[in-house]
């Protein structure tokens, strides 16, 4: 539970009710209702805080009422919005070691054993509106990267950009005019993976290559289908989503520069769920 103490919050470990409930769950759901316990009205309150957390109120309602449990973005929201922490880093460390160890085992790109790494949410910001910073931040991901090409696709911004991002000690510069990925890199919210997934798919994917074997892989359906296939097809989704991840933490460095994602999705109105555990 969440104790006050000159202004802080401090915890203490949260195992599990007699309902079943997650410790995860119940440790969001009780450091909420604290932080409301001075606000009138609790609906009201909610609708407040959903507001500055940047979460719809419903997700802030499925989450109190239970058995929903959030994502590490979600958590990640709400806890920078109780703690008041600037950026993704500071608020894994101050938040309950439980939840920081679901973030960190959940996003792949957060290194929370790290101590010196910063994590700027103004990253996601960049990503999202900086077609050259969304350029760099992919290409130095996968390998090294040059000033001369960086120049040759983004011209003078692209330049200014690298200067950003060093700065930032999102990039270092391994040699005179090479540049790689540092481990100072953010969770990623959705929005910008969905942002990063479009310009792949658009600047990146080679339709050309899919007549070839071995080049690269693509695929597309489209179907109306019931509710138990749709969940059987999320299944494998997630299974395929689990097996490649192993593979690329065992995978030796190497010259090709590999990107793959996989997203499926309704053309149904609202959710189909009122109450849905995340995966």
């Not at 410790?23 to 609906?43: C, E, F, H, M, R």
């Not at 339709?207 to 179907?223: I, R, T, W, Y």
């Amino acid at each position: 539970m969440p104790i006050k103490n000159g202004g802080k919050i401090m915890y203490e470990a949260i195992s599990k009710n007699d309902n079943g409930k997650s410790a995860k769950l119940l440790q969001v759901q009780s450091d909420i209702t604290q932080y409301l316990n001075d606000y009138p009205g609790k609906n009201k309150g909610l609708n407040w805080l959903a507001n500055k957390m940047q979460l719809s109120e419903k997700t802030l309602k499925r989450i109190m009422k239970g058995p929903h449990n959030p994502t590490y973005q979600t958590l990640l929201k709400i806890y920078k919005c109780l703690l008041a922490t600037a950026h993704d880093r500071e608020t894994v460390l101050k938040m309950p070691a439980l939840l920081a160890m679901s973030v960190s085992k959940n996003c792949e790109s957060f290194v929370l054993a790290d101590s010196e790494a910063n994590f700027y949410s103004e990253i996601n910001h960049y990503i999202q509106h900086d077609t050259a910073f969304r350029s760099i931040y992919i290409e130095t991901a996968t390998g090294q990267l040059s000033r001369e090409k960086v120049g040759f696709e983004h011209g003078d911004h692209g330049f200014k950009t690298l200067e950003t991002m060093t700065k930032m000690k999102v990039i270092i510069e391994v040699s005179p005019g090479r540049f790689k990925s540092s481990t100072h890199r953010a969770a990623l919210d959705t929005t910008t993976l969905q942002h990063i997934a479009k310009y792949l798919l658009e600047y990146k994917f080679n339709p050309e290559k899919c007549h070839f074997s071995g080049e690269n892989f693509f695929q597309l359906a489209f179907e109306g289908i019931d509710l138990t296939s749709y969940n059987e097809i999320l299944a494998i989704d997630l299974r395929a989503k689990n097996e490649k991840l192993e593979i690329l933490k065992k995978a030796r460095r190497g010259e090709v520069k590999c990107w793959t994602l996989s997203f499926t999705d309704t053309l149904s109105d609202g959710h189909l769920y009122d109450n849905m555990e995340s995966f």
